[in-house]
């Protein structure tokens, strides 16, 4: 069931969403989780059965929206990986989204048992322990909540553009911007990615171009100014010439001249 969704979850991203801006999309589907899992609570506090709404319909329609939810999270992420990877490092940067992603995973399932260890919600199986549930609600209302204050680094995590913007020239290294070479924590930290426009013809506006053109500037002024001497130097060695000429009897062999 939850395969087939994550279909459904993919065609409406792939029919609506592909456009909208990293930032619009991230807290919308965020904000949609946080909904679904707060839905949730109900089934744990049993306000649903008080409203007449069985529990099977709450956890088939959790399951549904929590895996069309999750594709509207993990595409953009993979598009977003995809746009800032740099050329030649494709195997690395798939590396780190698949560490990270375990490592993520693996977090949050101990420090979920953590929470559950410390609300005493430990079922063992056994008969009448349905008192051991009071305080589930705690735990899925933190785990609610907890996805949201990752918005707050939005800003200074992702870039604000859109999923078909070109972050990266072909020119920028895996490095560019990076702690090491800015020298500071708070040069990293404020840099923001350069978002270059569709269309613009080899990204002209990136840095590398700009470095480019004052290079071949400043080779254009060290060839003149090359020029320049040996044009001097030249004119300097005619008229040296021009003396020598004299000097060696050009004048009927006046002396004088040989002392010039």
Known sequence: MASIFNIVGMMIYNRRMKNWRYHYLFVFANLLVCGVSLAGIMVYTRTNIALGIPDSIFILGGAVLNSIF????????????????????????????????NVGGAVAQYNGAFVLHALDVQPDGGHNEGRKFDKLWIAATIQCLL???????????IPDATQTQKLLSDKDTGVNGSWYRTGSLKGWWTRRPVIYEEGAEGAGADSGDIKGRRSSDASGTATATGASADAGSSEVRSRG????????????????????
């Not at 003396?243 to 010039?260: E, N, Q, R, V």
């Open 70 to 101: 999750h594709q509207w999270m993990w595409i953009p992420g993979v598009v977003l990986l995809s746009q800032m990877c740099p050329r030649g490092l494709e195997a690395t940067m798939y590396a780190l989204l698949a560490g990270c992603h």
């Open 147 to 157: 996805p949201m204050v990752t918005l707050l680094l939005l800003p200074y995590m």
């Open 241 to 260: 010439g021009s003396k020598t000429a004299l000097a060696g009897g050009g004048t009927d062999g006046d002396p004088s001249y040989g002392s010039m």
